[in-house]
């Protein structure tokens, strides 16, 4: 159940990124190539943020994300695309 509705919040998020490109009936491959990309991203942030956590803790101590370390990881991850 769990899955299925995440899965159903995902492709309404593309949806709706769809809508906003002005694309009113994409095809559900399209929606399927979205949600693909989002999960990789979303994925990638999350590993990048548990890194930047892990150096903020320092060692042998219990890591918890926080939003500055989701921050950082998006904006080495925008910087690092970049080729910054």
């Known amino acids: 159940m769990c899955e299925f509705a995440c899965a159903c919040r995902f492709a309404r998020a593309c949806l709706y990124a769809c809508v906003k490109l002005c694309v009113y009936k994409p095809d559900a491959r399209?929606?399927?190539m979205l949600r693909e990309f989002?999960?990789?991203h979303v994925g990638e942030v999350l590993k990048e943020g548990q890194v930047w956590?892990?150096?903020r803790s320092g060692p042998n101590t219990r890591i918890e994300l926080d939003i500055s370390d989701i921050?950082?990881?998006v904006e080495f991850k925008i910087?690092?695309?970049n080729g910054m």
Do not use: C, I, L
Request: proline share 0%.
């Open 38 to 40: 989002m999960y990789r």
């Open 71 to 73: 921050q950082m990881a």
């Open 79 to 81: 910087k690092h695309k």
């Open 53 to 55: 956590a892990e150096y």
């Open 30 to 32: 399209v929606v399927g």
